[in-house]
């Protein structure tokens, strides 16, 4: 990103002083001004079986504005809005139930207004802003979608203890991917915002070996829509992430992370529940392996809902795990079980440009309870930095159900994307 340098010069900062009659010593004043300036074209098509018709959605995404920073104080604002160029699809709020969902609403709205105070120990964030904490597993943007999540929020970060970091955030409220027109239409499980007193905390020390992160996440939705205050929760657990070379050429990763959750707050579901995630990785080369198996648990005792509750995980950047086809973005109530396996291959340089990557990804989709086979899931993805602005991006999801319908929108279902994003 572009920086400007806007600097006064101690004579002209001296004569503004002698006005007002200031007499200690003229400095000269650096203000720095970086410009936002981010777009996305994409079109992505969604065949589900059970719905009338195929979608089709071409929508642009257009991000703009700027920061301004003097000294270790910074003012950030800047605008999002969406435009669907062809809306042959259910945004989630646009009531076109005929099509599969594509949720990318047309929108316009301030998307991040924050002020920031920052030095190398401490960073304070007051405002409107961006939150991606970790893997994004329990609380992130949702970038992958066209509009942004974020939070009116305060966090503080502080990192003046050599490996530790502690991370802590106070929101009152997450503006949600669904935009200006969230809640029309019936949607009233997708609003423009969801209010509450959440608190977001992480603490993470460095080792030799890896990462090791304890965090406590308490969720308490003020919404009065049901399905919003079922989300209500205290979550508690840690994680451990690292990676180890082998050899110049071989490095083996691996992450594993435990969490318990249960009812808080306004939630009328009294439950308890496990998350458990484990994963190993191998490079070797430009190749990478990736095996894992993910548990979100359920609890057939919850009392307050019938056939048991689950472990939800509300605002994660949820199309990152569970399968690009987004049949888990809520988590049954038998719970779910992932075992996947994937490869990657990165090319770093194709004349000019680079690096391109492909990947391969399968998910096999299992019950926490009652040894119910969902579904099996292949993703396949293929990007390429094209410049040092643009980048390029296809991508296929294709989710076959196994036996009967056990969840609401279980339902064979196939994906495409094509996108191209700019970034100043």
């Given amino acids: 990103m572009k920086k400007v340098s806007i600097l006064l010069p101690a004579s002209a ?17 650096d203000i720095v001004f970086k410009p936002i300036v981010e777009a996305r074209l994409r079109y992505e098509t969604v065949d589900q079986a059970g719905l009338a018709r195929d979608a089709d959605a071409v929508t642009m995404r ?17 605008a999002e809005g969406t435009l ?20 990318d609403p047309e929108t316009v709205e301030a998307n991040r207004v924050q002020i920031q105070y920052r030095t190398k120990p401490l960073v304070v964030t007051v405002g409107r802003q961006r ?14 979608r066209q509009n942004e999540q974020t939070f009116d929020a305060v966090r503080v970060e ?18 949600t991917i669904w935009g200006i027109d969230g809640g029309k239409f019936g949607a009233a499980n997708r609003p423009t915002q969801i209010d509450g007193d959440d608190v977001f905390a992480n603490v993470s020390y460095k080792t030799k070996l890896g990462t090791l992160t304890g965090f406590a996440y308490l969720v308490d939705e003020d919404e009065a829509v049901l399905t919003l205050r079922r989300n209500s929760s205290q979550t508690y657990g840690a994680r451990f992430v690292g990676a180890q070379p082998l050899s110049k050429t071989v490095k083996v990763s691996y992450l594993a992370s435990y969490a318990r959750q249960s009812d808080y707050a ?39 809902i019938a056939g048991g509750f689950a472990f939800q995980t509300p605002f994660a950047t949820l199309h990152k795990f569970n399968g690009w086809a987004d049949k888990f973005l809520t988590t049954p109530g038998t719970g779910l079980q992932d075992y996947y396996g994937g490869i990657a ?13 492909a990947s391969f990804i399968y998910h096999h989709f299992s019950s926490d309870r009652l040894s119910i086979h969902y579904g099996d899931e292949y993703n396949a993805q293929l990007t390429m930095k ?39």
């Fill in 13 to 29: 900062v001296s004569a503004v002083s002698g006005m007002f009659a200031v007499t200690t010593p003229a400095l000269a004043q």
């Fill in 62 to 78: 257009v991000r703009a504005g700027g920061e301004i920073s003097k000294g270790p104080f910074a003012f950030l604002a800047e």
């Fill in 84 to 103: 669907a160029i062809d809306e042959d699809y259910n945004s989630g709020v646009n009531g076109k139930t005929l099509y599969p969902i594509v949720a």
């Fill in 131 to 144: 939150i991606n904490l970790d893997d994004q597993r329990f609380v992130g943007s949702v970038a992958w």
């Fill in 158 to 175: 502080y990192m003046g203890i050599k490996n530790l970091r502690i991370d802590v955030t106070y929101a009152i409220a997450a503006r």
């Fill in 266 to 304: 306004t939630n009328p579901v009294h439950y308890s529940a496990d998350y458990a995630l484990a994963e190993l990785g191998l490079d070797v080369s430009a190749f990478k392996l990736t095996a894992g198996y993910e548990l979100l648990g359920s609890d057939a005792g919850a009392t307050g």
């Fill in 345 to 357: 291959y990165t090319v770093p340089k194709v004349g000019k440009a680079g690096p391109l990557v």
């Fill in 386 to 424: 094209l410049n040092k602005h643009l980048s390029a991006l296809v991508k296929y999801a294709d989710y076959e159900r196994k036996g009967i319908a056990s969840y609401a929108g279980d339902a064979d279902t196939r994906k495409f994307w094509a996108q191209i994003d700019y970034a100043l």
